[in-house]
């Protein structure tokens, strides 16, 4: 059993070795026999030949952080001149104009910004519901602790404020790899592998679902990559809440982290591959555009993934990096296209987007009015 300092009543329970290293030969495995195994699951899927995508807007509410996670390029301290926290105005004109281009939902993240109370996050929540309806995929789980941290309150309890105050779903992010020797060589300040955890299960407990993310490439082994993939699957055995595995790769330029050997697309390939053969009971698996660029993310699509992320108006967290590949739908659309899958627009819990309703997201007040 491992325990870690910022959750000491919290065990993790132990990974089959035996497991961990059989699905770690699938490394060794030639590049294109991998990926064929991996999209043969896949379309077990989708079998239609579908790849969806969403469009949404990712709105950094602050970037005021105290946990200096060494691959961040992101945030400031508090006190820094260029730390900011957006007021309710402002993230209503963004949602407007995120609307203007289809939006069906906003991603809302920020730093760790321990002067934010409780009441700045279900007040901005009901002001969003209130002038600017939109689905909220919003606050991940070190967000979430933050709170609960700052307030001495049960995680529990801040997830149901923010559920009655119109929170829709929770974003996997923070998860790095969840293995706490890499955790404390990368993200020291940030809670555990069993928080976080924790965390995810006790929002999807609360009706919500939530998404899971993978950064590697941060000096993390194989055998790392695949625990942490078995910590994702034996919690979605316990609770189905989570709707998508999002792997990603580090992006070190201007980090502390920088001089980080770059992940090679292959290695890239393998591991999303690999996500799609353990990760047998989450459906669906994101191609990362933004960090392996458009054609990387066509090669994707055939080595099991079935998504192709965010056609996002606005990035902020891997764009402090200097890598930018944001792009117009008509080009995201060619490029699922191309690769020879139908693109189809989804909302955030991977249903079609109904071009009839234009007034839909399926956000909670949505689906209140759906019913009515
Ligand atoms: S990754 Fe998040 S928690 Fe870590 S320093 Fe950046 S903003 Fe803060």
Redesign the pocket.
Known sequence: MTTRVDSPSLELSRVDRAEVAEYASLYDKPLLELGALANERARREAPDGVVSYIVDRNINYT?V?????S??A??RRPGHEDGYVLSNEQIGAKIEEAKGIGAVQILM????NPYLKLDYYTGLLDYIKTYHPIHVHGFSA??LDIIARVHKLDVSVVIDELKDAGLDSVPG??AEILVDDVRDRI?K??IGTARWLEIHRAVHERGLLSSATMMFGAGESREDRIEHMIRIRDLQADTRGFTAFIPWTLQADGTGMDGTPETTAAEYLRTVAISRIVLDNVRNLQVSYVTQGPKIAQVALHFGCNDFGSLMMEEN?VSATGTDFIMPRSTLVRFIEEAGFRAVARYQDYSPVDPELDWYCGCAVCLQRSRA
Do not use: L, M
């Open positions: 970037n952080c105290v946990t200096d996670c691959f961040c992101f945030y993240q920020g730093g760790h070190s967000e992010a923070g993200a300040k940030k967290v």
